[in-house]
């Protein structure tokens, strides 16, 4: 390899208690000058989760310590996304929307940061939604599907059948008005 090539990298995948979402935790390779990673690589990320994504849009967004986003998902036009902060720290929801499944109903969380370099995978079928617990935090995803706001929901973020255990404490909450009046899960749409 010639003399200040990256090195190979690979990806750690982490299973999470819902076996679709999966964290990938990538190769940082740093030294006085800073880090190289390589962010996304598709063939590592299709042989990971056995999935032919293409994904289709890549959004960024920027928000204060306590805003809260979400539970967002599109009922049609639904959207896998894979997650990562670039500047801060969120702590990272999927909720699974979907019927059939083993784990309907259920939700996972993790710590996403600029310092951990985590991504999650959340796949199609699934509510998202994250807590900012820093300043000036910047978040990215990749999308596999474009944004429809006709077909967008909302369910509460705080919604007692779900019981998400949000780190809230020592926060003062922001939010937008659609989140703070989000659908009730009993009541959601929800995915075959």
Known sequence: MPR??????NMKIIDTSIPDVKVF??????DARG?????????????HTGLDVDFVQD????????????LHYQIEQAQGKLVRVTRGKVF???????KSSKTFGQWVGEILSAENFYQMWIPSGFAH?????TDDTEFQYKTSGYYAPEHERTIKWDDSDLAIEW??????????????????FANAEYFP
């Open 4 to 9: 200040g090539s990256p090195k190979p990298t």
């Open 92 to 98: 990272d929801v999927a909720v699974d929307l979907r």
């Open 167 to 184: 780190p809230v404490d020592g926060f003062e909450l922001r939010m937008s008005e659609k989140d703070k009046t989000g659908t009730a």
């Open 25 to 30: 935790e990538p190769d940082v390779f740093g």
């Open 35 to 47: 880090f190289f990673m390589e962010s996304f690589n598709l063939k590592r990320f299709q042989e």
């Open 129 to 133: 939604g994250f807590l900012v617990l």
């Open 59 to 70: 959004n960024h967004s920027k928000s204060g310590r306590g805003v809260l986003r979400g």
